[in-house]
């Protein structure tokens, strides 16, 4: 995957989330992008008049790249859709140290969401911690340093951040 794209209502706060908490390195900037034609509906499948403020991209560890926009929607903007709702989502991020990162995320008073969670059946060994950006993305820390109980019968594998050139 290139990249992951995502609409925030502050880019600096953005920012200071994904530099500080998360390690997301800043690699360029675009915008403003605004239209007098059809071009953003057409394009963007957006009210025609939105305008994008600025977009700027970074690279996350080994991960994909994010691509972070701030719009001024001529419609106005909805809240974050919930992982119930369609096209709900979040992000994962691969930690080889659960307790570590829980630590850090507390220690930049990331709202945490509920506790640590030990999955099972296929995805025995894997640990996994929801939380949520400030702007209300959720996203997921998630760690199987021994690998998953799936890996010792799979023909194929999952692809995994901590070796990516596997």
Not at 117 to 129: E, K, P
């Amino acid at each position: 995957m290139d990249h992951i794209g995502i609409t925030v209502p502050d880019l600096d706060e953005a920012e200071d989330f994904l530099v500080e908490v998360l390690g997301a390195v800043p690699v360029y900037r675009l915008g403003p992008k605004r239209a007098d034609d059809d071009w953003m509906a057409v394009q963007l499948g957006v009210h025609p008049r939105t305008e994008i403020r600025q977009i700027r991209f970074y690279r996350l560890g080994h991960g994909t790249n994010l691509e972070v926009f701030a719009y001024d929607a001529a419609d106005g903007q909805g809240p974050p859709p919930r992982n119930s709702d369609i096209g709900g989502h979040h992000l994962a991020i691969y930690v080889d140290d659960m307790d570590a990162a829980i630590a850090h995320l507390r220690a930049h008073d990331v709202e945490i969401m509920g506790e640590p969670v030990a999955s099972a059946g296929a995805s025995a060994g894997q640990t996994w911690l929801y939380f949520r950006a400030p702007w209300g993305l959720q996203l997921e820390l998630v760690s199987f340093p021994g690998g998953k109980a799936y890996e010792s019968e799979a023909e194929t594998l999952l692809w995994h951040p901590a070796r990516p050139g596997e």
